[in-house]
T-cell receptor, first 111, second 116 residues
Framework: QKEVEQNSGPLSVPEGAIASLNCTYS??????FFWYRQYSGKSPELIMS????GDKEDGRFTAQLNKASQYVSLLIRDSQPSDSATYLC???????????FGKGNQVVVIP | NAGVTQTPKFQVLKTGQSMTLQCAQD?????MYWYRQDPGMGLRLIYY???????DKGEVPNGYNVSRLNKREFSLRLESAAPSQTSVYFC???????????????FGSGTRLTVV
């Protein structure tokens, strides 16, 4: 089982709607997670980090972590065309574990 | 604020040629990483260096070697390039911070490598 699973199929949302992205992970030792945004042809950039169960809000972005169920999600409210990108989930490394990114969730916001 | 600098940005190699991708960071980070990214495959870890003087294999190390020259620099070498190594390569660095103050990875702008 891959360490981090994301559904990489494109998610199309109309402008102004909520985009919901999910990420599941297999390592119960993972304590915190990062969400990165990657525009086509560009390098990933950090948009959110979360380390506690529950929700963390930052502007239009909300990250949710559920350690018991081993999933982390990202909500993008009031989606804008500029949010069209691929969103990557990654656990924070700890100890000697090897780092893993999910394949990403592609989001397309339709004006 | 240069962050993470990768060179070159683009490169075309012939099969069997060798080359070194350079990466340097000016943030005094301890950990550095090399990833490759292929369509539909996401980011895959090639090698990483948790601190100066140490390197470890990642998910896809075959065909690559690395050198952590000093705290700033981490290079990736292809000894005999193959078409399967055509990819976009990203270098990243990270400081070991407390969980609550962890700022994640900082990525370079990438090297687009084509092996023909």
């Amino acid at each position: 089982q891959k360490e981090v699973e994301q559904n990489s199929g494109p998610l199309s949302v109309p402008e102004g709607a909520i985009a919901s992205l999910n990420c599941t992970y297999s390592d119960r030792g993972s304590q915190s997670f990062f969400w990165y945004r990657q525009y086509s042809g560009k390098s990933p950039e950090l948009i959110m980090s979360i380390y506690s169960n529950g929700d963390k809000e930052d502007g239009r972005f909300t990250a949710q972590l559920n350690k018991a169920s081993q999933y982390v999600s990202l909500l993008i409210r009031d989606s804008q065309p500029s949010d069209s990108a691929t969103y990557l989930c990654a656990p924070r490394p700890y100890g000697n574990n090897r780092l893993a990114f999910g394949k990403g969730n592609q989001v397309v916001v339709i004006p | 604020n240069a962050g993470v600098t990768q060179t070159p940005k683009f490169q075309v190699l012939k099969t069997g040629q060798s080359m070194t991708l350079q990466c340097a960071q000016d943030m005094n980070h301890n950990s550095m990483y090399w990833y490759r990214q292929d369509p539909g495959m996401g980011l895959r870890l090639i090698y990483y260096s948790a601190s100066e003087g140490t390197t470890d294999k990642g998910e896809v190390p075959n065909g690559y070697n690395v050198s952590r020259l000093n705290k700033r620099e981490f290079s990736l070498r292809l000894e005999s390039a193959a078409p399967s190594q055509t990819s976009v390569y990203f270098c990243a660095s990270k400081e070991r911070g407390a969980v609550v103050f962890d700022y994640g990875y900082t990525f370079g702008s990438g090297t687009r490598l084509t092996v023909v």
